[in-house]
């Protein structure tokens, strides 16, 4: 995973010829072989299992009421997600492999249609093109566009809930727009107190009185030996820190080292230091990786994810994530920056 969980998985599904609110699902996912079961888990009361169905060779048919559109997930067997979506009446179609999760998106009802549509313009776009800040900001401008000619609130409320690059307050914005019984909602209002707590720890915008600055945590490192994030941001000679939360077991995390360690062995020297806290439960793990690695920033270790307080202090939703801090003011400036981005974002502060 990121792990945060992936959107738009792997699956292939026809949510075929709903009569009022009941719906037909039929699936057919390619590289799932014999029998197992899917589920469908509703992501917006509590991933509770609304309904499952046995599938053999990854062929399935549900049968479902709906009573209001709502953002599910199809696992199989547990373990595999399959495909998530908006659940509305239509007929929803998604083909392609299980190993291909990453590609494949819903079409065929009207919520649907508009992920996938925006996914593609989103994830089209020539990152050579642009620089590190006009991507982020182009992304940002064409996230609002959406949200401000998107029909149905529950396809307005799906995208504020998924929208990690756009500045908290917009997205904040956005949602006191949506319609009173859906803002009332559980899920919400838990995304309402999670954009609210995200402002507080994303970087400042014009107009805004809230200045982000870093809370401190404090974490064993490999010696065993207790380091705080302030004794880091404030050692002399440190001028930006990136406070990084990773794992061994994050595939994503593992991917991006070689970038941060092409950026960390250029920008050191000239005040660029990282504090990483890994969220290994095994310490073993970690120690190993590290030195087989050779990652030469400060290295420390929670052991847990979602159980640590800092998890909701920096309204985190997965990982990798990271957030840079500058030193002499102690103001977060940068948030969720991509490993291949790094150097260059680094080079419009250092160079």
């Known amino acids: 995973m990121r792990h945060r969980i992936t959107f738009f998985a792997a699956a292939a599904i026809a949510l075929a010829a709903c009569s009022n609110d009941r719906c037909i699902i039929e699936g057919t996912i390619s590289g799932l072989e014999g029998e197992g079961w899917v589920y469908i888990q509703d992501a917006w009361n509590g991933y509770e299992t609304i309904d499952s169905t046995k599938a053999i060779d990854g062929v399935f048919r549900f049968e479902s009421d709906i009573a209001d559109p709502t953002h599910v997930y199809l696992y199989y067997n547990q373990e ?145 030996k207790n380091v705080s994030l302030s004794s880091v941001v404030n050692r002399k000679g440190n001028r930006y820190v990136l406070l990084d939360f990773w794992a061994t077991w994050c595939e994503g995390c593992v991917e991006q080292m070689p970038l941060m360690k092409a950026a960390y062995e250029k920008y050191h020297e000239r005040g660029f230091e990282i504090y990483a806290v890994s969220c290994d439960p095994k310490p073993g793990n970690w120690m190993k990786f590290i030195a087989e690695e050779e990652l030469a920033w400060v290295n420390v270790i929670s052991g847990k994810t979602r159980n640590m307080p800092e998890w909701d202090i920096y309204a985190l939703d997965g990982i990798p994530a ?26 419009n502060l250092l160079d």
């Open 80 to 224: 595999i997600q399959l495909h998530n979506m908006l659940l509305e009446p239509g007929t929803i179609k998604v083909s392609g492999d299980v190993e291909e999760a990453w590609a494949l998106y819903g079409i065929g009802t009207p919520m649907n249609d508009r992920i996938a549509a925006f996914s593609e313009k989103t994830s089209s776009l020539d990152a050579s093109k642009y620089s590190y800040d006009e991507l982020k900001k182009l992304i940002e401008t064409l996230t609002l566009q959406e949200l401000n000619e998107g029909d149905g609130d529950a396809y307005r409320l799906y995208l504020i809930s998924n929208s990690y690059h756009v500045h908290p307050a917009h997205l904040l914005k956005s949602f006191e727009t949506l319609d009173e019984d859906l803002k009332s909602s559980g899920f919400a209002a838990e995304t309402k107190d999670y954009l609210e707590r995200m402002v507080r720890v994303y970087p400042q915008i014009e107009g805004s009185e809230v200045i982000p600055t870093f809370i401190d945590m404090e974490f064993p490192d490999l010696d065993g």
């Open 322 to 347: 990271n957030i840079l801090i500058d030193c002499q003011t102690g103001i977060i400036i940068d948030r969720l920056i991509p490993g291949s981005m790094l150097e260059e974002r680094l080079s």
